[in-house]
């Protein structure tokens, strides 16, 4: 203890720089009124205080946990601010990593859990790199607890919470405004939206799932200032972009992302898709089912979830290349490509996500096979089960038929000597239009013809 004592004192903090803050006492809401229950807050975040506190630095949970507990929902994850610097924090946990370039912070690790530990941030700077919009770029200097709240960009996420007192610290009346139900920025709207874009989705995220209005001041700039999305880099949008469509009011988060223009630098085709009857049925349809999945507890495949966003396109273009004359698979395999290319300048969706959502959406063709040996083979896919339920979807917006998707699923479900006796069944029974058997392929030049088949172009075509 002593040691570390002496550490903490020899250790050179970073430079503050001289600035002109107003200064005021912040609130300090006791448990009566915030209401904060300590036995639903992680214990790891309690212990990266309790630490913390021992080595002689501040230390608050903070942000979204704070405001989700206020409000009665379990958080997801809990992060903690404290003014120990990044290197002052590593050393006093046993799995600790900085990581960050643009915000440097360390993540301590507790098995499964990570808790996201920041130093307190300055106010804003000369010190700050900026894009010419004025975009933050890179921001590493340290600052007090006042200067950090006055940095955080909504008051319901500059609430800092003490395991120990259970005392809620609170510079922006964020508290109020959690019971009034309303969404505010800290500072001057259209300023703060330069500094980071992101902060205009992330207001419209937290309406929409905790059913808050957005304050006047806060919304007013947005519809003007929405094409300094396009300034945003794309992995920050695809995150941004899962958050909403995964935090259980999807459906909602669209709605109000259309009605202040923000949408387009999201998914470009969205307004395409939902211009088109079957197209609003089909969105609806899955963002509803993934609402519901979120609310029940259960886990989101964003694999699955981007498929089904973008799935009418596909279905559409695939249409349009066969009533030119390709072949099925060889149509679908242009059509996935088509699509993918539109989404991807503007939304990094990662690597894994596209193998698995073209793996999903190849499957499809297949299940129109029943016969033979195709039904087993389809049952040793990898992504067999998501490609059943994304039938699933397509039956309920009536693409196809819902005997067949309802036969797959109970396929899906049956153990092995039920499978077998239901292809037994399915062998004695006439065959269904395109369920004959398999045709020879043609070979060119002594090669058969893959049509849209291999890794990158999806399984086998299946005959008819």
């Excluded at 300023?191 to 919304?219: H, S």
């Excluded at 202040?260 to 899955?286: I, N």
């Excluded at 059943?388 to 009536?398: M, T």
Aim: glycine content about 8%; proline content about 5%.
């Amino acid at each position: 203890m002593i040691k570390k004592l002496i550490s903490k004192l020899f250790t050179p903090r970073a430079p503050r720089p001289i600035l002109s803050v107003k200064r005021h006492a912040p609130l300090r809401v006791p448990q009566t009124r915030h209401g904060i229950d300590r036995r639903l807050v992680s214990r790891h975040a309690i212990k990266v205080c309790d630490v913390l506190h021992e080595n002689g630095y501040q230390a608050y949970i903070v942000g979204g946990a704070v405001r989700d507990l206020i409000v009665g929902v379990q958080p997801k994850d809990f992060d903690v601010a404290t003014d120990a610097t990044p290197e002052q924090i590593q050393p006093l946990f046993r799995r600790a990593r900085i990581i960050g370039r643009r915000f440097r912070l360390v993540h301590v690790v507790f098995g499964q859990e990570i808790i996201e530990t920041s130093t307190f941030r300055a106010s804003g700077t000369d010190e700050q790199t900026t894009d010419e919009h004025g975009r933050i770029l890179r921001d590493n200097v340290f600052g007090t607890l006042e200067e950090d709240a006055a940095r955080r960009d909504f008051t319901l996420n500059a609430l800092y919470y003490d395991p120990a007192t259970e005392i809620v610290i609170d510079y922006h009346n964020g508290v109020a405004d959690l019971k009034k139900k309303v969404v505010s920025i800290i500072g001057d709207a259209a300023k703060r939206y330069r500094e980071d874009p992101v902060r205009m989705l992330r207001g419209v995220r937290f309406a929409a799932k905790l059913g808050f209005t957005i304050a006047p001041a806060t919304q007013a700039p947005i519809r003007e200032m929405a094409h300094l999305i396009e300034n945003v880099p794309a992995s920050r949008l695809f995150d941004e972009m899962l958050k909403m469509l995964t935090c259980g009011h999807a459906l909602e988060c669209l709605r109000r992302l259309r009605a202040e223009g923000l949408h387009k630098g999201l998914l470009p085709l969205l307004d395409v898709v939902l211009e088109q009857p079957d197209g609003e049925r089909f969105v609806k349809l899955a963002l509803e089912r993934t609402d519901q999945r979120v609310r029940s507890g259960k886990s989101v495949s964003p694999s699955f979830l981007f498929a089904a966003l973008l799935w009418q396109q596909v279905n559409q273009r695939w249409q349009q290349y066969r009533a030119e004359g390709e072949l099925p698979m060889p149509a679908l395999g242009m059509a996935v490509d088509s699509v993918l290319d539109d989404q991807t300048e503007k939304l990094a969706i990662q690597r894994r996500f596209v193998s698995d959502m073209r793996e999903i959406w190849f499957m499809q063709p297949r299940f129109e096979r029943r016969q033979g040996k195709a039904a087993w083979r389809m049952l040793e896919q990898p992504r067999f089960r998501a490609a059943c339920d994304f039938l699933q979807l397509r039956a309920a917006a009536g693409e196809v038929d819902s005997a067949l998707a309802q036969w797959w699923m109970d396929l899906a479900d049956a153990s092995d000597s039920t499978r077998a006796a239901m292809l037994e069944e399915l062998a004695r029974q006439p065959r269904a239009p395109g369920e004959g058997p398999a045709r020879k392929r043609r070979r060119r030049g002594g090669r058969s013809r893959q049509g849209g088949g291999g890794a990158e172009g999806g399984p086998e075509p299946a005959a008819g």
